[in-house]
Structures are given as C-alpha cells and as structure tokens.
C-alpha cells in the first residue's frame, strides 16, 4: 500500500494544515504550566513540519496527558505515530479522536492510510468513505479508496471512484491508470464468464483470437478466428480482423478480399442486436447498463469488448498526460505482454525516475531485465531488494534462478533453499533447485524437487531430468520408468505441434 504524504514540501504543507490549532485550555492550572505546554505544542508542531515525526511522539504523548480528551492533540499524536511508521500505535489516539469528534476529517483520512498500512482494507474503506462524506473533493481520499476497492477485487465501485477522481482532477495519472486497471479487471471478469458459460463458442474463439493478434501471433490468431467464423458466419468483425493479420503479414491483396467480404455482411438490426449497435455508437456504458443482468454468451462478449474499449480510453488519457510514473508503467506492462522485455525494462527504468525509492518498480525492472537475458544487471537489482527485504519467497527465488543461468550454481543454492522452505507450493522454484543440485552433481537431493515440479513439466524435460536422476542415484526401474513417460510427453508434443502448424497456416481467403 502507498503511505501518503512521506516526504518533501508537500507533506508539510499537508501537516501544517492538519494539525489543528488547539489551545490547551488550562484554567484550573498555574500561567507557568500553560505556558509550558503551548512551548511543548508548538515544539511538536515543528517537528512535524520538519518531518522529524519521531521527535514529535513524546510532546504529543504529554500534552494528552495533561490535557486528555481533546480531539486535535488526539489526533496529532496519532498522524506522528503513523507518519513515523508505527501504525499499530497511531489507531487507538485516531480512533478516539473521530469518537470524540465525528466531524474531524484529518483524523478519519490517517485512520484510513493506518489501517491500510495494517492490511485492515474494510475497516480502511468505511474511514475513508466517512472522510468522503464529509469532504467530497478529498483527493487523496478518494484515491486511496479506490485503490483499497480494487485491491479488493470491487472493480465496479473502484471504476467509479476512479471516474470520480478523474472528473476532479483530469490530470491525475494515478487517476487513468486506476480507472483503466479497474476496467481492465471488468473486462477479464466479463470474459471469464464467458468462458465458463460458453467455452470454445464463436464468442470466446474470436475474443481469444483478439488477444493473440495483440501478442503478435497472428498464425494463432488467424486460426482461432477462422474457427469463430466457421461456428457463426453472421458474426461481424471477423473478416476485418483477418484482413489485419493479412496486412500484418504482407497479404494487402487477401486483406481487400476480406474487407469486401466483411461489407457483404447485413448490418445489425438493432431492435435484436442492441448490444452491438451500442458498441459501435461508442455508447459502452449504456451497453453495459443494458447487459446487466443477462447471461447469454452474447452478453458476456459485448461487455468484454465495452470494458476493453473503456479501459483503453483511460489508457490513451493516460498517455497523453506528460510522462510519468504511472505511464511509464503501462507502457512497461504491454511491452511484456507483448514479450518485448528489453522495451518493457526500458520503460521500468523511467518509471523509476520518478519514485527513485519504488521497490515494486525495481523489482519488475529486474524481472524485465531477468526476461530480456540481461542477468547481471537482474542480479544487482534483486541484491539490492534482498537487503530490504531478505525473507521475500519471491526475491530469493528469481535471485537463485539468476544465479543458476549465470552458472553459479554454488552460489544459487542458499536462495532457492529459502525460496522453497519459505513458500512449498511455489513449483518453478522446485525445478530451479533440482536444477541446481544436478549440476553440484548433488542426484539424491534433486530427485524429491523434481518429483514436486512435474505437475509444471510443460515440455517433458523435467521427467527426463528425474529419469536421468534416478540413473545417477542407482534406481534403474524408476529412470526407465521417468524416461519412457519423457518419450510419450516429446513424442506427443512433436505431433501435436505438427498439427497445428500445418492447422495455423496463413492461408488464402
């Protein structure tokens, strides 16, 4: 989760403005011990604005004690224990403060940031949304809210929230990129429905084909959407679809064919096809309204298309803003998808321009850098994180697997140990250790890591490896037994991969 306001100007902007002016009543006490106590307040409220938060604690502890019950001292020393980091501490001064004063919005805003800090995420949402109640325009609330809404899987109340950040804010990059992340998930959501409902459908072969045209597998692609038409002549798109994967291939002259073939088509009738006629109006929110509550296969594939098309409008936004973290990382997340890693890295390391101190951004930088083969520029960044953070599963995993495809596998070991005690059901990191204890000639102690990975054996190798570990161990029944189910996966593979290259041919129309 993002802590807000922790560094620079801004945060003493924010500090000065959120500490309230609080005079320490003390009519029952001495001039002396009033004047002691507006020293020590106004000693604390520098500390705060210097950002030595720490510092501030102890102040803020003895004037609660002097003068108890007051909202605003409650609610200093609560931001100082949160800003300082200790959360657990910052609830209960917090909590107190907003039960003595409903109306105190800072105190509900550092209530909220603490919980999500603590991973108490609805008890965070219901924080924030009071503050919301309150302060309509509270920016950082409203982001914050939408981000603990998405984290949660609410994408449909994240999307709003996000929409409503962007209408008070069209700058706000955080803002585009939420909004397209949360149409992102509707938009998966949409298709898994789908799948569940009508798997290997028209609908499904030719969304499925829309994703491999993205990736740039265009044989696949033209596969799956010769298939869709066949299962749904009527299906429009289709033929314009292939007339790209055509153009993409240097076929202008199949491409027209397809086109012709595509204005052939009778247009939808839209008293039947009222999905349709929405989605090529644009009007994608009135077609998701409209498709709510249906669950025909048609439904889903609409709405798949709707929040795509919703999500790329947030996306183009996005990118039109100067250049920033948040875009920096977009572009970062479709090169890889598009398993342009060396571009995605590329984009990872302007990203962390911006947030120099981001740990997730060097650690999908490494893992960009780790993809495109640039492993020892991977390897100082996952050593880096590791300091930081020396018991993450997956930090020691991807550093042992550098480890071992730089041939060092001496120096993996320790690793990918820890990566597999700390996480048992993580199985490339059990392929990677067997790996690695193969090549210390080390037999005995690869053979229970390869058994545990075969479930992930895609090619066949790792069976060969456990037949060639069984060999080396002394267990020739077993080795014959690992070798022959080898030979079935490879020779199995080998056919079916002839198959569908002779299937995904680029054919004429």
């Not at 998808?337 to 590329?346: C, D, G, L, V």
């Not at 996952?382 to 953070?389: A, I, P, R, V």
Request: net charge negative; with cysteine; proline share 5%.
């Amino acid at each position: 989760m993002i802590r807000p306001f922790r560094n620079g100007s801004a945060l003493r902007l924010f500090v000065l403005g959120a500490i309230l002016a609080t005079t320490v009543s003390c009519a029952p006490r001495s001039f002396a011990q009033s004047d002691d106590l507006a020293a020590k307040s106004q000693q604390a409220k520098e500390f705060m604005a210097e950002g030595k938060f720490a510092e501030a604690i102890p102040l803020y502890r003895e004037l609660n004690q002097a003068v108890p019950n007051n909202p605003g001292l409650l609610l200093n020393l609560g931001m100082a224990l949160h800003m300082a980091g200790d959360e657990g501490k910052a609830i209960a001064p917090l909590e107190a403060a907003v039960k003595l004063d409903p109306k105190l919005p800072p105190a509900w805003l550092f209530l909220g940031a603490a919980r999500l800090q603590l991973g108490e995420t609805l008890s965070a949402i219901n924080a924030l949304k009071t503050l919301l109640r309150l302060q309509p325009g509270h920016q950082d609330a409203r982001s914050m809210l939408a981000g603990a809404l998405l984290s949660l899987n609410r994408d449909i109340e994240a999307a709003e929230e996000y929409r409503k950040l962007a209408d008070l804010d069209p700058g706000s990059s955080a803002a585009w990129y939420g909004l397209g992340l949360s149409y992102e998930a509707l938009s998966v959501r949409a298709f898994s429905q789908l799948e569940k409902a009508a798997p290997e459908s028209a609908y499904w072969l030719a969304l499925v084909a829309e994703a491999r045209f993205h990736e740039q597998q265009f044989a696949s692609a033209f596969y799956l959407y010769r298939q869709a038409q066949e299962n749904l002549p009527s299906l429009r798109g289709i033929h314009d679809a292939v007339a790209e994967i055509y153009r993409k291939t240097g076929h202008g002259d199949w491409a027209a064919i397809e086109e012709e073939k595509e204005r052939q088509l009778l247009p939808p009738d839209c008293a039947r096809d009222r999905l349709e006629c929405d989605f090529q109006a644009g009007n994608y929110r009135e077609l998701i309204a409209t498709a709510e509550g249906q669950t025909t296969p048609e439904s889903f594939y609409w709405r798949t298309h709707a929040y795509n098309q919703l999500a790329l409008g947030a996306y183009t936004r996005l990118g039109q803003l100067p250049s920033s973290a948040s875009s920096e990382e977009l572009i970062a997340k479709i090169e890889s998808k598009r398993r342009q890693y060396a571009e995605a890295a590329k984009h990872w390391e302007e990203a962390l321009k911006f947030s120099p101190s981001s740990a997730h951004i060097k650690e999908e930088l490494a893992i960009s850098l780790f993809q495109a083969a640039d492993l020892d520029r991977a390897r100082e960044l996952f050593q880096e994180l590791l300091k930081s953070n020396p018991q993450s599963t997956r930090l020691n995993y991807y550093l042992g697997d550098v480890l071992l495809k730089s041939q060092k596998p001496a120096e993996a070991l320790p690793f990918l140990q820890k990566a597999v005690e700390h996480d048992p059901g993580l199985l490339p990191a059990h392929a990677s250790l067997a790996h690695t204890y193969l090549a210390l000639g080390q037999a005995d102690k690869a053979i229970p890591h390869l058994k545990a990975a075969l479930s992930v054996d895609e090619d066949g190798s790792l069976h060969y490896e456990l037949g060639r570990a069984y060999q080396a161990h002394g267990q020739p029944a077993l080795a014959r037994q690992m070798l022959k189910q080898y030979q079935e996966i490879h020779s199995k593979q080998e056919s079916e991969k002839q198959s569908l290259n002779q299937e995904m041919q680029i054919t004429a129309p």
